[in-house]
């Protein structure tokens, strides 16, 4: 199983970023996905998930409102944009597949599957 991240990059504050997760060597089509994100000096934290079919999404607090999660059900990927980014908006961030959601936020221990982090450096 592979979860491609892709779409990292340098990008001004108060930009935007448009990254991708392509998953390969199984179907992710009932779970749900999500993306976390790992600061420098930081543990790693839930940034946005979406259920099997995107009827549902859930945002940490610190990006409602500017983050939005979607996914193509058919080709397998999950996309995150990002607008109005902030310095403190830069960390890897990292495809989660198959995150077990409950009433709590979720914890890298809630992902079954992980990809390679792509790197989202905000400057001031």
């Known amino acids: 199983v592979q979860l491609q991240a892709s779409g990292g990059g340098l990008v001004q504050a108060g930009g935007s970023l448009r990254l991708s997760c392509a998953a390969s060597?199984?179907?992710?089509?009932?779970?749900?996905m999500g993306w976390f994100r790992q600061a420098p000096g930081k543990e790693r934290e839930f940034v946005a998930g979406?259920?099997?079919?995107?009827?549902?999404?859930y945002y940490a607090d610190s990006v409602k409102g500017r983050f939005t999660i979607s996914r193509d059900v058919a080709a397998n990927t999950v996309y995150l944009q990002m607008t109005s980014l902030k310095p403190e908006d830069t960390a890897v961030y990292y495809c989660?597949?198959?995150?077990?959601?409950?009433?709590?936020?979720?914890?890298?221990?809630?992902?079954?599957?992980w990809g390679k982090g792509t790197l989202v450096t905000v400057s001031s």
């Open positions: 060597g199984r179907p992710f089509s009932r779970d749900t």
């Open positions: 979406i259920n099997w079919n995107g009827s549902r999404t």
């Open positions: 989660a597949g198959d995150l077990e959601m409950s009433i709590f936020t979720p914890t890298p221990a809630s992902v079954n599957y």
